[in-house]
C-alpha cells in the first residue's frame, strides 16, 4: 500500500490568527498519527501574511511536541536563503530532541519574493551553489572524526535523513546522483512530474541513505461527505490561487458557492494548469483519484494538501482521505 503523508500550510484564515493556524498543524498532526499517516511536513515561506510556517525549525519543534511517533519534517527548507551550518545547528537539536522522527526536505527556490530574499541578506545567485550546500550539509550530520575542528553542535552523528524537493527534473538529477529520496512538488507544478520521476529512477545511484529510488509526489485533495461538499470546499485554495496571480497573498478564504464570481477566465486557466493533479469529492472519488495516480506514476508515497479553511472540515477531510486508502 502507498504510503500517506502530509503537507501543511499551516493557514492563517480570517478567522483564526498565527497562534491558532501553528495550534491546528499541531492538532491536525496528533489526528493524523492516530489516522496512520506516515510523516507530517511544513514549509518555509516568507513575507507571506497567510502562511505562519516562516520558521520553519520552532514550527516542526511544535509540532513534534504534541506528537509520538509521526516524522515531522521540512517540505522544506529553502537551502539558499541559509548557511547550512546554521540548518546543521537546528536540525541536528531536532533530531535529538525527538530522535528518529525528524525529516530534511531542502529545496533550492526560495520560497519568497526578490524583495524578501534581500531581507534575508542572501543572494539570488545561492541557489548555484545548491548540490555544494546539500553535500555540505550531509558532512555536518556525519559522525566527527578525530581531530575534526568545525562541527555543527549537536549535529554530528545524527545522520538526519535528507530529501531533495523540487518541481522540475534538475532536483531530480540532483536526488538520483546523490542517492537520495525526492519529492516532486506536483500539488502546484505538475508539468514535469513524468519526465522528473523517470530521470530520478533511470539515473538512481545507490547511497548509505538509500539503496533503491524512492519517490514521493504532492497532490491536493479535497475530500467531504459529498461530492458538492468537497467542491465548496475546495474554493478556498481556488480563491488563493486567483490571489496570487493577483500579486495580493492575502490570508486563507472561507468557502464561496461559485468560484466563478470571483475569478477571470484567464485566472481559471492558470490555476487549472497548476492544480491539474488535484481531487475533489466524497470518498469513492478520492479512493478512485488516488489509485489512478498512484497506477500512472508508481510513486512510493503521496504527500497530501488539503487546504480546507475550517478546521474540523480539514480534519474530516484528511480522515476521509485516510480511509480511503485502506
Known amino acids: 500500500m502507498t504510503a500517506l503523508s502530509i503537507l501543511d500550510l499551516v493557514r492563517v484564515s480570517e478567522s483564526t490568527d498565527a497562534r491558532g493556524a501553528l495550534d491546528n498543524a499541531r492538532d491536525l498532526a496528533a489526528h493524523a498519527e492516530g489516522w496512520g499517516y506516515r510523516r507530517f511536513w511544513v514549509a518555509e515561506h516568507h513575507n507571506a501574511p497567510g502562511i505562519a510556517s516562516a520558521a520553519t525549525s ?8 504534541g506528537t509520538k511517533t509521526i516524522r515531522v519534517g521540512s517540505g522544506g527548507i529553502m537551502l539558499p536563503n541559509h548557511a547550512p551550518y546554521i540548518i546543521a545547528e537546528q536540525f541536528g537539536t531536532l533530531a535529538r530532541l525527538f530522535p528518529g522522527r525528524i525529516d530534511l526536505g531542502l529545496g533550492r527556490a526560495p520560497g519568497t519574493d526578490q524583495m524578501t530574499v534581500r531581507a534575508l541578506r542572501r543572494s539570488p545567485e545561492n541557489a548555484e551553489n545548491f548540490p555544494n550546500d546539500v553535500l555540505e550539509l550531509q558532512a555536518y550530520f556525519a559522525p566527527a572524526v578525530p581531530g575534526q575542528r568545525l562541527q555543527a553542535v549537536p549535529a554530528a552523528g545524527t545522520e538526519m535523513p535528507l530529501w531533495i524537493l523540487g518541481s522540475s527534473t534538475f532536483g531530480a ?12 512538488a506536483s500539488h502546484f507544478a505538475p508539468a514535469q512530474l513524468m519526465p522528473a520521476l523517470a530521470l530520478y529512477r533511470e539515473r538512481f545511484k545507490p547511497s548509505e541513505q538509500l539503496a533503491e529510488p524512492y519517490a514521493m ?3 491536493n485533495i479535497v475530500a467531504a461527505d459529498t461530492d458538492a461538499e468537497a467542491h465548496r470546499l475546495a474554493t478556498t485554495q ?35 494548469q497548476m492544480l491539474a493533479r488535484r481531487i475533489v469529492g466524497a470518498p469513492d472519488t478520492v479512493r478512485a483519484g488516488m489509485a489512478a495516480f498512484v497506477a500512472e506514476t508508481g510513486v512510493d508515497e503521496l504527500i497530501i494538501v ?3 479553511y475550517d ?16
Do not use: C, N
Not at 478546521?311 to 485502506?326: P, V
Open 58 to 65: 520552532l514550527v516542526i519543534a511544535h509540532i513534534a511536541a
Open 173 to 184: 538529477v540532483l536526488a538520483a546522483e546523490l542517492g537520495l529520496p525526492y519529492a516532486f
Open 217 to 219: 509526489a504532492g497532490l
Open 238 to 272: 481556488l480563491m488563493s490561487f486567483a490571489d496570487i496571480f493577483r500579486g495580493a497573498r492575502g490570508l486563507s478564504q472561507p468557502p464561496i458557492d461559485d468560484i466563478e464570481t470571483y475569478w477571470t477566465p484567464q485566472e481559471k486557466a492558470q490555476a487549472s
Open 306 to 308: 488539503s487546504d480546507v
Open 311 to 326: 478546521h474540523s472540515a480539514r480534519l474530516r477531510s484528511f480522515e476521509l482521505i485516510a480511509a480511503a486508502q485502506q
